[in-house]
């Protein structure tokens, strides 16, 4: 029985003269597209913020009346 160093010491140079180093293919650029759907206008802006604030705890009469105004609208637009 050979020496199994000397085996695959063989075995490595073998495999290495007998293989060429794979050709890759290039592969091609992302395709990125970027699409505005929505845009709020800053009052919207402002609404969301406050109502925000008093649904993570904030008690103040600015983010109540904020939070309220955004339920009356998600709401009627359930109507």
């Not at 029985?1 to 490595?12: G, I, Q, T, V």
């Not at 597209?33 to 919207?44: F, G, K, L, N």
Request: charged content about 35%.
């Amino acid at each position: 029985m050979k020496d199994p160093n000397l085996l695959a010491w063989s075995m490595r140079e073998l495999a290495l003269q007998d293989s060429e180093p794979p050709q890759r293919e290039p592969v091609p650029e992302p395709l990125v597209v970027i699409r505005q759907v929505y845009s709020p206008t800053e009052e919207q802006k402002k609404l969301y913020f406050n109502a925000g604030r008093w649904a993570g705890g904030a008690r103040d009469w600015v983010a109540r009346k904020a939070f309220e105004e955004l339920n009356r609208r998600d709401n009627e637009s359930d109507i």
